[in-house]
Antibody, heavy 118, light 113 residues
Framework: QLQLQESGPGLVKPSETLSLTCTVS??????????WGWIRQSPGEGLEWIAT???????YYNPSLKSRVTISVDTSKNQFSLKLSSVTAADTAVYSC??????????WGQGTLVTVSS | DVVMTQSPLSLPVTLGQPASISCRSS???????????LSWYQRRPGQSPRRLIY???NRDSGVPDRFSGSGSGTDFTLKISRVEAEDAGVYYC??????????FGQGTKLEIK
């Protein structure tokens, strides 16, 4: 059974870089027709797509975050990662990793809360 | 960017009764291939979102048939034929026609009366 597990610091200081990793188990991240992505939800807010990558590293970013976001993939570890630089309190959110198919995010991890605070 | 607008934002429903959620897009969601990439997601309390419907009316694997999606162009609807207790949560529509980016509606909170 496919599982996506987010990991990373739960607390990040303002102006620093948020780094998260999603570990995929129960399936291979490579050699498939799926893409891999990140979505966040700030407290009391809606869902915001952040970025998506193929296992070959083709990356797609939300224009509103593009200048601060990097998504990458490590097929040897069956993982993909997110980096968000120059964070502020507005970046406090639950970050979820997803497996995307032709129609969008079809499978989600449980999500991890990241708080930006000094 | 296309804007997705859901209504109502809060939906109290009695067990066993039907429920309906509307989603409207600011632009037609028909893609150049003729398909419409509109999905519905359910987020139960304490759980990660689960996709229920893709391409307007196709149920994902394991989704009960009491859930149905319909619509075309800019107007879409998610219907639950008979609400069960486990259906409580927040429902989101999402467009993928103009990806990137994916854009979600604001969410509709379904509560059991």
């Amino acid at each position: 059974q496919l599982q996506l597990q987010e990991s990373g610091p739960g607390l990040v200081k303002p102006s620093e870089t948020l780094s998260l990793t999603c570990t995929v188990s129960g399936g291979s991240i490579s050699g498939s027709n799926f893409y891999w992505g990140w979505i966040r939800q700030s407290p009391g807010e809606g869902l915001e797509w952040i970025a998506t990558t193929s296992y070959k590293g083709a990356a797609y970013y939300n224009p509103s975050l593009k200048s601060r976001v990097t998504i990458s993939v490590d097929t040897s570890k069956n993982q993909f990662s997110l980096k968000l630089s120059s964070v502020t309190a507005a970046d406090t959110a639950v970050y979820s990793c997803t497996r995307d198919d032709s129609y969008g995010p079809g499978y989600w991890g449980q999500g991890t809360l990241v708080t930006v605070s000094s | 960017d296309v804007v997705m607008t859901q209504s109502p934002l809060s939906l109290p429903v009695t067990l066993g009764q039907p429920a309906s959620i509307s989603c409207r897009s600011s632009q037609s969601l028909v893609y150049s291939d003729g398909y419409t990439y509109l999905s519905w997601y359910q987020r139960r309390p304490g759980q990660s979102p689960r996709r229920l419907i893709y391409k307007v009316s196709n149920r994902d694997s394991g989704v009960p048939d009491r859930f149905s999606g319909s619509g075309s162009g800019t107007d879409f609807t998610l219907k639950i034929s008979r609400v069960e207790a486990e259906d409580a949560g927040v429902y989101y529509c999402m467009q993928a026609t103009y990806w990137p980016p994916y854009i979600f509606g604001q969410g509709t909170k379904l509560e059991i009366k």
